[in-house]
């Protein structure tokens, strides 16, 4: 499918309708959330591919969208991005009101939607060169300067002089970015990044990613892939046939689906009595195996002393050790279903 770049390119050609850039609050005065949205809803005749979305992007963080195929991602950053028209329910970003301020938001906004629109005949440089001189507001005196410095960004210097066609999927998806990166961001929505790289492209966009972040700009990035998420995202949201199943802080997320107690031991039945009795609940007995879920914290029962209590009732550990919780675990918690991969 054709990919497209949205920057200045699709805002407007005639600067019409466009308001100083100051009007968008920024600094000491920016808005809390980059993108808010309230009960969005998008209906294709009878699918519903958004359902009553209500979804908060904190300024600064790196957020994940995630959701297997279908779940309504790419329909929700058309919307945010002005693109399409919601059936109903509202969206803001950047504090402003979509689609209706498109024009003056999305100057401040690089996306990166289904890959980069590329011209294969031109080189990677002077796909760029087009890109800005597309962007009313880029001063041409400095348009070489700036394409140069948005490929050094993405490790492409080497290659600007190869036609686009020569580059691989990666070096094609790095050359989106850096159209993206033209001008200095304050959103950069990117759309399965990482889509169809090998894990070394992956790791090349997902170190880019952490570091565009770590200088301010907020990062909202969709991806069916629940490892990226956690490895690149501050926060996300989980999204399932339409409907937003949770958001927050990643960490909160995973700790949300806290890891099982696992016990390994020959003496399984009293191991499970010593368990039930300090608070370990949802026991489950194999062959030699007790799992369980550990007492919260409020209990001020530690693993250790779950540990020392087992030894001391004469039970043999031979293995003790709680399983770390992923985002996974959150999700299958969350929704009883695995997770689609495939794509
Ligand atoms: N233009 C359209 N007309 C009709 N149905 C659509 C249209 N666009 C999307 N849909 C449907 O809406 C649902 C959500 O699609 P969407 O592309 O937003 O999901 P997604 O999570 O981005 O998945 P993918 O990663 O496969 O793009 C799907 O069932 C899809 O078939």
Excluded: W
């Amino acid at each position: 499918m054709p990919g497209r770049y949205l920057g200045p390119a699709v805002t407007t050609s005639s600067g019409e309708g466009k308001v100083p850039s100051t009007s968008i609050s920024t600094g000491g005065m920016a808005t809390e959330s980059v993108i808010e949205t309230d009960t969005l809803t998008k209906r294709y005749g009878k699918q519903l591919a958004v359902d009553q979305l209500s979804l908060t992007v904190p300024a600064g963080s790196v957020f994940g969208f995630l959701g297997p195929n279908g779940s309504g991602k790419t329909t929700t950053i058309r919307m945010l991005m002005g693109l399409i028209e919601p059936t109903s329910g509202r969206a803001r970003v950047l504090g402003r009101p979509m689609p209706r301020d498109t024009r003056s938001v999305l100057p401040h906004v690089g996306a990166l939607i289904e890959g980069p629109a590329l011209y294969g005949f031109l080189s990677g440089r002077d796909n760029l060169l087009r890109y800005d001189a597309a962007d009313p507001t880029a001063d041409p005196r400095t348009r070489r300067a700036r394409a140069e410095s948005a490929l050094d960004r993405v490790g492409l210097t080497a290659a600007a002089g190869k036609k686009a066609k020569a580059y691989s999927l990666g070096m094609k998806q790095r050359l989106g970015l850096a159209a993206a990166l033209l001008q200095p961001r304050r959103l950069l929505v990117l759309d399965e990044p990482t889509n169809g790289l090998d894990p070394q492209g992956m790791r090349e966009i997902r170190a880019l990613i952490r570091e565009l972040a770590s200088e301010g700009t907020t990062v909202f990035l969709s991806s069916h892939l629940l490892d990226e998420i956690e490895q690149v995202c501050t926060h996300a949201a989980v999204m399932a046939q339409g409907r937003l199943i949770t958001q927050g802080p990643v960490a909160e997320l995973a700790a949300g689906a806290r890891g099982r107690l696992v016990v390994t031991t020959p003496d399984t039945g009293d191991a499970a009595r010593v368990l039930k009795e300090l608070g370990v609940t949802d026991l489950v007995v194999t062959e030699d195996r007790v799992t369980g879920e550990p007492p919260g914290a409020e209990t001020g029962m530690d693993l250790a002393e779950l540990n020392a209590a087992l030894v001391g009732a004469g039970v043999r550990v031979r293995g003790f050790g709680v399983e770390r919780a992923s985002l996974e675990d959150a999700f299958v918690a969350l929704t009883g279903e695995g997770f689609d991969v495939a794509g």
